[in-house]
């Protein structure tokens, strides 16, 4: 494990009603209240946001958004904003995940707007970017992630950077049950981590977290958080079951 304090965040993408949500939050709540060396958060869909900040509100959980706009209010149907979702209990939310530039066509012009959007209103925002096969097999995975960090970080400061987590999410990995190998992933990651210092400074990019999602599960868990660049994991399909998530909560 790295330097930094790990986060392990579960993206819980369109599933659980108000009554399974409660359910799987109070689970994992209990998993979690005596842990003080590593974050965890969720991200439940915002319509069971409320209830799921109601649950954990004691513990060391932080509760966030799928996705946030840019505005405190307004005519933008469809979208939540960061001011909604802090009055929710909510206190952080992704942006750019691949499920939204994949099948939404979310571009990174946008997602920089969400993602300076929800740091204006104080929001902890996760920047996600990831390359897809195609573009891994044509060796374009590192043009890729520059060209995604660079637009989706343009014009957050170094100051903001406190509140941002950035998420390599290997697009052939997520939810297919083909996890990036550990060596991948921290090649992936020490390039990241090279790019931010670029844009920023050392500093800035040796505190920066980097958390791996796609296909994270308990049994891999623990050698992809050994890798010197990892900071944590972001999780989908197994962060909907709380024994698996507790698992990888106490990765070792
Ligand atoms: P997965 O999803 O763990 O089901 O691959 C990860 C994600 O999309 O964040």
Known sequence: ??????????NWK???TV?????LAADISRLCSDLTDRDVMVFPPATIL??????????????GCQNVCWEDRGAFTGEISPVMVKDAGGRAALAGHS?????????DALIN????????FGLQMILCIGETLAEREDGRTFAILEEQLRKGLDGVSAADMAQVVIAYEPVWAIGTGKTASKEQAQEAHAFIRGILEQIFEKNIAE??????????KPTNVDELMAQADIDGALVGGAALDAKSFGRIINFK
């Open 50 to 63: 409320s209830e799921v900040c109601h649950i954990v509100k004691d513990g060391p959980i932080v509760v």
């Open 14 to 16: 369109m599933h659980n």
């Open 1 to 10: 494990m790295g330097k930094r304090k790990a986060l392990i965040a579960g």
């Open 207 to 216: 505190q920066t977290r980097i958390v791996y999602g796609g296909s994270v």
């Open 19 to 23: 009554i399974e949500g409660c359910h």
């Open 113 to 120: 707007k969400r993602l300076k959007g929800g740091l204006f």
């Open 99 to 107: 499920e939204r530039r994949q099948i939404f066509g979310e571009t």
